[in-house]
């Protein structure tokens, strides 16, 4: 496993959740990285990218306004902060190391994922 996904949890509509995703065994600090989630029988969808040039950010549009992704180089770890949570943001959340893009194809590494659970 190249990158490890953390902060996961249970937590209230409303609420907030930080996710994290820190590399192990080597640094990802010329790659984008990007944050896809997937809820239950439904299809990877894609939640945030940032560049590794500039720290420019996309978001899908269902976390727009919601959900900030940033970047530490020192530490090459991304972050997800995830304020006004929905329950149908309920899913597991991966990272992932690559190419920019809101496509999953572009990213050639993967995290294992951490699971936000979002009650109502």
């Known amino acids: 496993v190249q990158l490890q996904a953390s902060g996961g949890g249970l937590v209230q509509a409303g609420g907030s959740l930080r996710l994290s995703c820190a590399p192990s065994g080597r640094a990802f600090n010329r790659y984008a990285m990007a944050w896809f989630r997937q809820a239950p029988g439904k299809e990877r969808e894609f939640v945030a990218t940032i560049s590794w040039e500039d720290r420019s950010a996309y978001y899908g549009d269902s976390v727009k306004g919601r959900f900030t992704i940033s970047r530490d180089y020192a530490k090459s770890t991304i972050y997800l902060q995830m304020n006004d949570l929905k329950p149908e943001d309920t899913a597991l959340y991966y990272c992932?190391?690559?190419?920019?893009?809101?496509?999953?194809?572009?990213?050639?590494?993967w995290g294992q994922g951490t699971l936000v659970t979002v009650s109502s």
């Open positions: 992932a190391a690559g190419g920019l893009g809101l496509s999953a194809g572009v990213y050639d590494y």
